[in-house]
Nanobody, 115 residues
Framework: QVQLVESGGGLVQPGGSLRLSCAASGSNFRVYTMGWYRQAPGNQRELVAI???????NYAESVKGRFTVSRDNGKNTVYLQMNNLKPEDTAVYYCWLLKNNDNYWGQGTQVTVSS
C-alpha cells in the first residue's frame, strides 16, 4: 500500500507562484511513474503533468512553459512548481502514483488563483 501526502496549496494572485509537494510512503520510489492531476468544480479530473522513472516529463498543453514537475528520489517526493498562475488554474490538485498497474492518489490540495 502506498500513501501520498500533499502540501503547498493555497490562495495566490494571478501571475503568482506556488509549489506543491507530494511525499510517498514505501520503498522503490524511484521506479514509479508519478504526476499531478487537477479537478475544478463541475469538471472531470485532468492530467496536469507526469514524470516517469527516468525523469522524462509530459505536460498538459494548458500548463506548458508555466509548470514544472520534478522528483527527489532520495526524499520520496514529487514536486509541482507552478508559475504565472491564472484563474483557470483554480482546482483541487491531486498527486498520483502508478505502481504495478495500480493507481494511488493523494487527498488533494486546493489551489485558488484570484485577485
Amino acid at each position: 500500500q502506498v500513501q501520498l501526502v500533499e502540501s503547498g496549496g493555497g490562495l495566490v494572485q494571478p501571475g503568482g507562484s506556488l509549489r506543491l509537494s507530494c511525499a510517498a510512503s514505501g520503498s522503490n520510489f524511484r521506479v514509479y511513474t508519478m504526476g499531478w492531476y487537477r479537478q475544478a468544480p463541475g469538471n472531470q479530473r485532468e492530467l496536469v503533468a507526469i514524470i516517469f522513472n527516468g525523469g522524462r516529463t509530459n505536460y498538459a498543453e494548458s500548463v506548458k512553459g508555466r509548470f514544472t514537475v520534478s522528483r527527489d528520489n532520495g526524499k520520496n517526493t514529487v514536486y509541482l512548481q507552478m508559475n504565472n498562475l491564472k484563474p483557470e488554474d483554480t482546482a483541487v490538485y491531486y498527486c498520483w502514483l502508478l505502481k504495478n498497474n495500480d493507481n494511488y492518489w493523494g487527498q488533494g490540495t486546493q489551489v485558488t488563483v484570484s485577485s
